[in-house]
Structure formats: structure tokens, C-alpha cells
């Protein structure tokens, strides 16, 4: 199993065939492998790994915590790293994706350094919040000199 991710998000669906299609078609996904008559799919972007599973397919093994409401995940964002984020940007604009924030810049501060990042933040079919960032590099935190 070492072609898996350490750490894979399971998503609770409430329409499998829309939300495989929004995954594979918008956003690219490949499927790794699925289990059909568990409306079940595990998907693969370059390493990037989710589960999507039909909440109401779900036996006796379903893990909700609380009564589950659109939309699913709130308090939650899925930063998820590629090679093209305009390109994924373009492609959620022509599927008419909700963008839940517009494409941007933003610079974020590590200790000494400056992570940059292009990104956007687009809503699944059940109001997951996708974060689809692409790097642009490092630089100094503004007076601090960048080591080697």
C-alpha cells in the first residue's frame, strides 16, 4: 500500500454520481479504485488522495458524530497542491463550480520565510471547501536575509 497517502479524507456524499463526476471531470481526479455497489471511489490528483462514499450507502460501520446537514465539513478546508491552479480555475468557471473565493496571492509567514501560493477556493457538490493552491516559491520575511 505504499503508493497511498498517510492521510486520505473520507467524504460523506449525498449524490455519488454528481460528486464522482464534479471530482473526475472538473477537477481531475483519476479513480484509484472503487467498490461500486458501496457507491464507494478512492481518488487520486498526483498524491493528492480522498474517499467519496453515498452517506446513505453507508452499513451499520457509518461514523457520523452528529446529524449531518448541508452544508458537509463546515469548520473545515481542504488544501489541496497542483500544477496548474489557473487551468483548474478555468475548468471550474466553465462546469459553473461555486467558487466560494476568487482566485488570489497570498504570502504566508514560517518562521523566517515567506510561503506564496496562487490559489482559490471552490465548494463541492455537497459544500466541502476545496482549497486548490499552486506554489510561488519563497522569499524573506520583509529585513531577514533568506539562508543558502
Given amino acids: 500500500m505504499g503508493d497511498m497517502a498517510k492521510l486520505v479524507v473520507e467524504l460523506l456524499v449525498s449524490d455519488f454520481a454528481q460528486s464522482l463526476k464534479f471530482y473526475t471531470e472538473v477537477l481531475g481526479f483519476k479513480l484509484f479504485y472503487d467498490r461500486p455497489e458501496e457507491a464507494f471511489a478512492y481518488l487520486d490528483r498526483d498524491g493528492a488522495q ?3 462514499v453515498q ?9 457520523i458524530a452528529g446529524e449531518l446537514e448541508q452544508p458537509f465539513g463546515r ?3 481542504l488544501e489541496i497542491e497542483v500544477e496548474d491552479v489557473v487551468a483548474l480555475h478555468v475548468s471550474c468557471l466553465r462546469h459553473g463550480a461555486r467558487i466560494f473565493l476568487d482566485m488570489e496571492e497570498k504570502w504566508y509567514r514560517r518562521e523566517a520565510l515567506l510561503l506564496g501560493v496562487r490559489q482559490f477556493i471552490v465548494l463541492d457538490p ?3 471547501l476545496l482549497r486548490l493552491s499552486q506554489s510561488l516559491g519563497t522569499k524573506p520575511v520583509s529585513g531577514e536575509p ?3
Avoid: P, T, V
Wanted: hydrophobic share 35%; charged share 30%; proline share 0%.
Fill in 126 to 128: 455537497d459544500g466541502y
Fill in 75 to 77: 469548520g473545515m478546508n
Fill in 50 to 52: 480522498i474517499m467519496i
Fill in 55 to 63: 452517506h446513505e450507502a453507508c452499513d451499520e460501520r457509518s461514523w
Fill in 146 to 148: 533568506l539562508d543558502g
